[in-house]
């Protein structure tokens, strides 16, 4: 993993003729499977920024801009990473705003360019640190496909000696709830794997439900692997709490009212075939979203938040 004092300086092998974010974005998140794709966006940006030269703030702006427009064309499911995109542009436009000496902003851009970076990979240990009074001894919890942020905060409470268990769903079609379900018993949690389907004949059985989050949504709703939003309507008919864990760097300017305003839905998923040999399930869709109302709250490395809060954290990060 590339820290700000070791940051690649030069392209990678197979970028061709100059310098590659789509490839050097993949190639961060080939090299660490830890790395979120907000945070491999933000170090891909990094780079570019150390093995840029523009003459002029506006230059820069548009250097990165173009850079991230390729991004989002040359990535599936973007949602994340546009928020990493996003929060790193802010970051750059408020450092450029405050410095009067272009070339002593282009520096101070390059170093704290990665102490920006850090911070945003240590967010997954904060998270757990604030939710881990969410997690009561001799516990049954629900969750939901695989969370880097959510597995995080179960491995800090085994290792604080409370005692859990945990249901995981198989989280049809990608099934990274195994990957989940592998972690966890690693660390000797006690884990159940459970099809999609079982989230009801279980929910009576639990005693909160940790999922997290591709994006959260202005609103404060979070778009996250398909399925979550029903989990989210059981456990609401069942008066049990639906703990979100996320990053604030993937916090995202989006609006949406249902799963059909998400950037990157699905066509497939809504059409009718008579054809035997269409593989419907892998033209499934691989994101929904879950509107604010059924979230009890949101567990973030910036503290604990109401869904209505998200909103106020997105002007701060924005317009302060």
Known sequence: MASSDTL?????????????????????????????MPVAAIESLVVLLSQTEP???????????????????????????????????????????????????????????????????ASRYKIAEFGLPFIQDDDTILIHSYSRAVTELLLLAARRHIRLRVFVTESRPTVEGLLSAKTLREHGIP???????????????????????????????????????????????SNKPLYVVAESHKFVRLFPLSPFDLPNESPAASTFTTDQEDDEVQSSPLLDFTSDNLITALITDIGVLTPSGVSEELIKMWYD
Not at 8 to 36: H, N, Q, W
Not at 223 to 231: F, K, L, S
């Open 8 to 36: 690649p300086l030069t392209p990678p092998a197979d970028s061709g003729d100059g310098f590659d974010i789509v490839t050097t974005y993949k190639r961060f998140l080939k090299e660490d499977p830890d790395m979120t």
């Open 55 to 121: 003459s002029t703030a506006s230059e820069l702006m548009d250097i990165l801009a173009k850079a991230v427009a390729e991004l989002k064309r040359g990535v599936k499911n973007s949602i994340s990473l546009s928020a990493g995109c996003d929060m790193f542009q802010r970051f750059v436009l408020r450092n450029i705003q405050e410095y009067g000496d272009w070339e002593a902003c282009r520096r101070h851009l390059v170093k704290n360019g990665g102490l920006f970076l850090q911070r945003a990979k």
């Open 191 to 237: 884990v159940r794997v459970i099809v999609d389907g079982a989230v009801g004949w279980v929910i009576q059985k639990v005693d909160k439900v940790f999922v997290g989050a591709e994006g959260v949504a202005e609103s404060g709703g979070i778009i996250n692997r398909v399925g979550t939003y029903q989990i989210a309507v059981l456990a609401k008919d």
